[in-house]
């Protein structure tokens, strides 16, 4: 659990974290817009738009990159900054930032209802031992969730509550839902990784950004 004495730095970072994940890229993002006008009239808003399609051939043909562990975050941050990205973008951004910035515990990850389908992703901090392929059903404040997506820096405890009553429409969630995370472990940054990364794309240093110790 993280503690009383680190709880309030480790908030503000997470909420850094968050408005800069949301906000450095500005983007649009589809699945926000499908929640917000309903799929149908998203679909129309958005493909008979020439301008909409035309921004897209171009983020295709800059995206075209070899991918490896460095690169899959450069397709996240090359999407944002093309103006294209949905929760998954964002959750990766987050996890990006919080490590450019000497975060180790943070993570992106996939929300599931259930043994379905993800519902959504967002990143998350937590001093407890995360492993691949496991799903974590975190309480109280076990973890701090960052999720971009929604402008949202909560304890995960909150944060699944919310998830269930203020947005549970959006995600079509039942009040019953029992909702874990799984960390996204596709890709690992090493620290020359880290490094590079951090050269490449300064803008995403905090500069009041405190480190764990």
Not at 79 to 100: F, P, Q, T, V
Request: hydrophobic letters at 35%.
């Amino acid at each position: 659990m993280i503690t009383f004495q680190s709880r309030n730095k480790m908030v503000r970072n997470a909420d850094m974290i968050t408005r800069k994940a949301h906000s450095q890229y500005p983007h649009i993002s589809v699945s926000r817009i499908d929640s917000m006008l309903g799929k149908d009239k998203a679909k129309h808003f958005f493909w008979d738009d020439m301008a909409f399609k035309y921004s897209l051939k171009c983020a295709s043909e800059r995206l075209k990159v070899d991918m490896d562990e460095k690169n899959m975050y450069k397709l996240t941050v090359e999407s944002l900054k093309n103006g294209i990205g949905n929760c998954g973008e964002e959750a990766n951004l987050a996890e990006l930032i919080g490590k450019i910035n000497g975060l180790k515990n943070i993570y992106s990850g996939k929300i599931y209802a259930g043994n379905k389908f993800p519902v959504h992703e967002a990143a998350f901090i937590t001093d407890r031992e995360i492993k691949p392929s496991k799903r974590y059903s975190f309480k109280g404040k076990d973890a701090i969730i960052v999720d971009p997506w929604l402008g949202i820096t909560e304890y995960a405890g909150e944060y699944f509550k919310r998830l269930k009553t203020q947005f549970k429409e959006i995600f079509n969630l039942r009040s019953n839902s029992r909702l874990k995370i799984e960390a996204d472990f596709t890709s690992k940054l090493t620290p020359y990784k880290i490094k590079k990364l951090k050269e490449e794309y300064p803008e995403l240093i905090i500069k009041d950004f405190k480190k764990n110790k």
